[in-house]
C-alpha cells in the first residue's frame, strides 16, 4: 500500500523509520518531512494544512492511508475533509475527526469532557476577556503555583506556572486583555497545581477497542534538574521505573476505559492515537491534558520498543478491528536525548551544518528540525535531532545515546546532560 505521512519533526521520521519496515508498505512519502526522511521516503513540500495540495498529492500517487503526525491538521478537520469528498473518501486516515480533535484544541472542553466522565483531574475554572476580575478572584482562592493554560493550541508554550500571585493576576490579564498567545489565549483555563511525578500514557484507538502502548516520560524544560522555559522536549525514557503494575491498572481503569467510553458516548469519531498526560499524586493519577497524536520525542522512545508491525495496526484502526492485534513490546528499555539550536526556545539560528552522522554507533538518529542543502545536513528548527539508544537499563541505554553524541557536532549545539535524573 502506499502511504502518506504528514509532518516535518522526529516524530514522523519515527513514523517513517517503522512504516518502511512493513512488507505491506510499497511506496512512502512524507509531506513536508526532513533530512532523515528523505533518506527512507519521497518528500514532498507541502504544508501539513494545505489540504487541497494533500488530496492533489494522494490522487497522483494513488495513496491508500494518510497517517497525520501534528495536531493542527486534526484540529482543522483533515480527517473530515476526506471523508466529505467522494474521490478520497477511501483513504484511511490515522488520527481523530474534529469534534474529537478538541480534546487537544480547547483545553475547556478537554476539561468538560473530564469532568462529564468522572475522570480524575485537577479542579479549575475557565475566563475570557469579560471575565479578568472574575478570574482574578478566582485566583485568591488558590495556593500557589498558579497554573494558567491558555485554552487553544501555542504550540505547546501555552502553560505558565507561576508562584506570585500579583504576577499571576498580570499574565492571566496579558492573555486575555493583551492576547499574549493571540487566537489560542481569548479563553484561558486557571487550574489547581498538582504536585508529583508526570508520565505520558499512549492509546490506539478505533472508536471501539483500544489497545495501551508503553508509558514513556519526557523532559520538558531546557535546562539540567528541570530548570529554565518549556520547550516541545528534551529527551524520553520509556518504559517508566515508577508505573508499577498496580499504578498501569489504575490508569487503565480510572483513565483509559472511561476516555474511550466517554468518545462513544459523546460520539466523537476517533480512529488514531490518544496521548494523555498523566501526574501521579501520591499512588493516585490524575490527567493534566489529553493530545490527539503521538507525542514529541516520546514516539522516539515507544515506536522502537513496538514489535508489531505498523501498518498492519493502523489497518487495524481503518477497519475497527484493533481487538484481533496482540500489541507486542521489546522488553529493553529505550532513551532519546534531543539536540538543539543554542537559544532555542527562545531565538536561535538555521542552516548550521551537522557532522559526524557517519560515526554513529548502535544508535537510532532521529531527524527533526534538520533539512539537505548544497548536499549537507543543516539544521532547520529549534529541536534538531533525537539520539534513541536501547539497554537492559535505561541508566545503559542513556549512556550509549550520551557517547555517541560526543561524536557529532553543530555550531551551538545544546542538549541537557541529565536525562533521567529524577528516576
Not at 39 to 50: E, L
Request: one cysteine or more; glycine letters at 8%.
Amino acid at each position: 500500500m502506499n502511504i502518506l505521512i504528514l509532518g516535518s519533526g522526529g516524530r514522523e521520521h519515527t513514523f517513517a523509520w517503522k512504516l518502511k519496515q512493513s512488507p505491506l508498505c510499497n511506496s512512502l512519502y512524507v509531506a513536508p518531512g526532513n533530512s532523515g526522511t528523505a533518506d527512507i521516503a519521497k518528500n514532498v513540500a507541502i504544508s501539513v494544512t494545505d489540504f487541497q495540495a494533500i488530496k492533489n498529492l494522494v490522487l497522483d500517487k494513488q495513496i491508500d492511508m494518510v497517517v497525520v503526525g501534528p495536531e493542527d491538521p486534526l484540529v482543522q478537520g483533515i480527517h473530515d475533509f476526506f471523508l466529505n469528498d467522494e474521490s478520497i473518501q477511501h483513504v484511511s486516515v490515522i488520527g481523530p475527526e474534529k469534534a474529537a480533535a478538541e480534546l487537544e484544541g480547547s483545553k475547556e472542553f478537554a476539561k468538560e469532557f473530564m469532568m462529564r466522565h468522572n475522570i480524575p483531574t485537577a479542579a479549575y475554572e475557565s475566563f475570557g476577556a469579560d471575565t479578568v476580575e472574575a478570574g482574578y478572584k478566582f485566583l485568591e482562592t488558590l495556593k500557589p503555583p498558579y497554573v494558567l493554560k491558555a485554552d487553544g493550541l501555542a504550540a505547546g508554550k501555552g502553560v505558565l506556572i507561576l508562584n506570585d500571585l500579583e504576577e499571576a493576576k498580570a499574565e492571566l490579564k496579558s492573555m486575555l486583555v493583551d492576547a499574549k498567545f493571540g487566537e489560542a489565549s481569548t479563553k484561558v483555563v486557571i487550574e489547581e497545581f498538582l504536585d508529583g511525578i508526570e508520565l505520558s500514557c499512549f492509546v490506539l484507538t478505533d472508536g471501539k477497542n483500544y489497545k495501551i502502548l508503553p508509558t514513556a516520560k519526557d523532559y520538558k524544560r531546557i535546562g539540567e534538574g528541570d530548570t529554565g522555559l518549556n520547550t516541545g522536549g528534551m529527551g524520553a525514557v520509556s518504559p517508566v521505573p515508577f508505573a508499577t503494575p498496580e499504578f498501569l491498572n489504575k490508569i487503565e481503569e480510572q483513565v483509559v476505559k472511561p476516555t474511550i467510553n466517554g468518545l462513544q458516548k459523546d460520539n466523537l469519531p476517533y480512529k488514531g492515537f490518544v496521548f494523555i498526560g498523566i501526574i501521579k499524586v501520591g499512588d493516585e493519577p490524575k490527567v493534566i491534558e489529553y493530545n490527539v497524536r503521538m507525542g514529541d520525542p516520546e514516539t522516539e522512545v515507544v515506536l522502537p520498543r513496538l514489535k508489531n508491525d505498523l501498518v498492519e495496526i493502523f489497518q487495524a484502526i481503518a477497519n475497527q478491528t484493533l481487538d484481533t492485534i496482540d500489541i507486542k513490546i521489546d522488553e529493553r528499555a529505550a532513551t532519546t536525548i534531543m539536540l538543539v539550536s543554542g537559544g532555542y526556545p527562545e531565538a536561535y539560528e538555521k542552516g548550521k551544518e551537522i557532522t559526524g552522522l557517519n560515526n554513529l554507533e548502535g544508535v537510532l538518529a532521529f531527524h527533526a528540525g534538520s533539512i539537505i542543502k548544497d548536499d549537507k545536513i543543516v539544521t532547520s528548527g529549534g529541536r534538531v535531532m533525537a539520539i534513541t539508544s536501547y539497554g537492559n537499563t535505561y541508566s545503559e541505554a542513556l549512556k550509549k545515546s550520551y557517547q555517541n553524541i560526543d561524536k557529532l557536532h553543530f555550531d551551538k549545539m545544546n542538549y541537557r546532560k541529565d536525562i533521567g535524573f529524577d528516576l
